[in-house]
């Protein structure tokens, strides 16, 4: 089968989310599976051309992996024909003017979220690729996760009957650096490069509850700094000053309350990093990365609040798992060729600068209830 390239820019590429999950297990494995097959029986094969800060490293991971493209200069990586797709996984106070050149320059544009480091920004650049008419898509990972697929797979059946409530437990301890070094970049713990939980998470939790739930209406949020003082990749101590912990409110279209917790500042007690548990009139689930658990209203156990008692029942042992029923794939990946179907096909795409937008709006607005201290409603946001 014929070959078809597309040259794309992967900026950000020697970091964490840019190398492991974006150019290695996205589309470089593309490349290893012979090529994206499109309707017209040619193959579509990803040409990444790596941009970033530092050439050293661009340099490493090119030969690490038999590419020849790389450059630490952004304009002229957009000014090359052969480039269709803006690819961005920089930190986040970097993407909005790159982005906004990569518009200018009339590529696609593709990107890690926050889309941008407000709302006002996040809007902005939706209209602008709306009106260069170029193709835009954002991340949106957790969507493909095995166990949120399995709860979206619950909600579409009906298993839930009238959904009431969401409670999600997200987190895990991040260490503070002095004596292990923490396993997040340092950039996270300070507000002024676009760090904090709140910026990180709130665009998740707003595309996992709209796809799966429906739109978010309101939130109220309580945010905190538990640990003020880390210490940076080089060692040194600096003063933290973003959000480490997110205690939100989200009331959902139809009265459904999601309440999310979000923690670099908690040890876990669960059996995954974040879970999900919904409680419906029919029946109750626990989803989390990879499984998910269910309770059907029948075999719903009727415990009586006796504390002068121990515990009779194993509770936990009252589910039953959620078989898989499909293959699931790398989730990036599968959104990745979406997204280049998009481009190359013109296949409907929703997760797009809008949607991106909301959930900066989200982050946003969450970020505003904690300040004042109220509950804030959430106007809806149009292109
Ligand atoms: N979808 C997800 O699940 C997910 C998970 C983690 C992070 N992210 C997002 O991905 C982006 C990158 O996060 P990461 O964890 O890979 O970060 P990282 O620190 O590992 O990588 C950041 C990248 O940006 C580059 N960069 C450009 N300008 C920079 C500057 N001024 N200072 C420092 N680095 C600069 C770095 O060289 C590096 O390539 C962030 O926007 C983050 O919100 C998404």
Not at 27 to 45: F, K, Q, Y
Not at 137 to 147: N, R
Request: glycine share 10%; proline share 5%; net charge negative.
């Amino acid at each position: 089968m014929d070959r078809k390239p597309i040259g794309i820019i992967l900026n950000g590429v020697t970091g964490r989310m840019g190398y492991r999950q974006h150019l290695v297990r996205s589309l470089l494995a593309i490349r290893d599976a012979g090529g994206l097959p499109l309707r017209d029986g040619t193959l579509l094969w990803p040409e990444p051309v790596l941009v970033g800060r530092d050439d050293a490293k661009l340099k490493t991971i090119a030969e690490r992996h038999g590419l020849t493209e790389w450059t630490t200069d952004l304009g002229e990586a957009l000014a090359r024909p052969d480039v269709e797709v803006y690819f961005d996984a920089q930190v986040t106070n970097a993407r909005e003017k790159a982005i906004r050149a990569a518009v200018a320059a009339g590529k696609h544009v593709y990107t890690e979220k926050p889309t941008a480091g407000d709302l006002a920004g996040a809007v902005e650049l939706a209209r602008l690729a709306d009106a260069a008419g170029v193709k835009h898509g954002v991340v949106q990972d957790k969507l493909f996760l095995p166990g949120l697929r399995k709860l979206d797979r619950l909600v579409k059946g009906g298993f839930f009957g009238r959904i009431l409530s969401v409670r999600g437990e997200f987190g895990y301890w991040v260490f503070e650096g002095d004596w292990q070094p923490a396993q997040r970049p340092s950039w996270n713990y300070r507000t002024a490069d676009g760090g904090g939980i709140v910026v990180d998470m709130f665009p998740h939790w707003h595309y996992v509850l709209e796809q799966i739930f429906g739109p978010v209406e309101a939130v109220t949020a309580h945010v905190a700094t538990h640990i003020p003082r880390r210490w940076d990749e080089q060692g040194e101590p600096y003063e933290a000053t973003a959000d480490d912990a997110a205690y939100g409110i989200f009331e959902l279209a139809g009265g459904i309350v999601a309440q999310i917790n979000s923690s670099w500042a908690v040890r876990v007690y669960r059996d995954e990093l974040v879970e999900f548990q919904v409680d419906g009139t029919a029946g109750s689930a626990v989803a989390g990365l990879r499984e998910c658990k269910v309770q059907h209203r029948s075999t719903t156990p009727k415990p009586v609040w006796n504390p002068d008692l121990p515990a009779t029942e194993r509770f936990r042992e009252q589910w039953q798992l959620v078989p898989d029923n499909e293959e699931f794939r790398n989730g990036f990946q599968e959104q990745w060729e979406l997204f280049l179907r998009h481009v190359a096909e013109d296949t409907p795409y929703t997760w797009d600068l809008w949607a991106g937008a909301r959930g900066v709006q989200l982050a946003e607005l969450g970020a505003l209830s904690a300040r004042e201290g109220r509950r804030v409603a959430i106007p809806e946001l149009a292109p």
